[in-house]
Nanobody
Framework: QVQLVESGGGLVQAGGSLRLSCTAS????????MGWFRQTPGKEREFVAA????????YYPDSANDRFTISRDTAEKTVYLQMNSLKPEDTAVYYC??????????????????WGQGTQVTVSS
């Protein structure tokens, strides 16, 4: 069993930055993939970024730009999402997730077995 706890959300003005953290407890295997998703009311969770636990290979959606960066600290069992140049449309609840299975479907929320409780990010204009 894995538990994920997100932190770092909050209110920020457009153009500002936030760094979200997700700390895992329980067994994390070398095959684990850690992902970040976000969700706004009435919409499905949207893939934001993913990273492989062992190699640190990163994945972003095709529509991504350079504003978001995912990273991990294996010693701290923590994954980060650095968000720069935030826009009001980035406002959402951000969720951390993980799967112990190496999968090519890292952009699909159905691939993930464990989820955090989410952290609210609000970007004011």
């Amino acid at each position: 069993q894995v538990q994920l706890v997100e932190s770092g959300g909050g209110l920020v003005q457009a153009g500002g930055s936030l760094r979200l953290s997700c700390t895992a407890s329980g067994r994390i295997f070398s095959t684990n993939i850690m992902g970040w998703f976000r969700q706004t009311p009435g919409k499905e969770r949207e893939f934001v970024a993913a990273i492989t636990w062992s190699a640190g290979t990163v994945y972003y959606p095709d529509s991504a730009n350079d504003r978001f960066t995912i990273s991990r600290d294996t010693a701290e069992k923590t994954v980060y999402l650095q968000m720069n140049s935030l826009k009001p449309e980035d406002t959402a609840v951000y969720y951390c997730a993980t799967t112990p299975w190496d999968t090519s479907r890292f952009a699909s929320m159905e691939s993930y077995q464990y989820w955090g409780q989410g952290t609210q990010v609000t970007v004011s204009s």
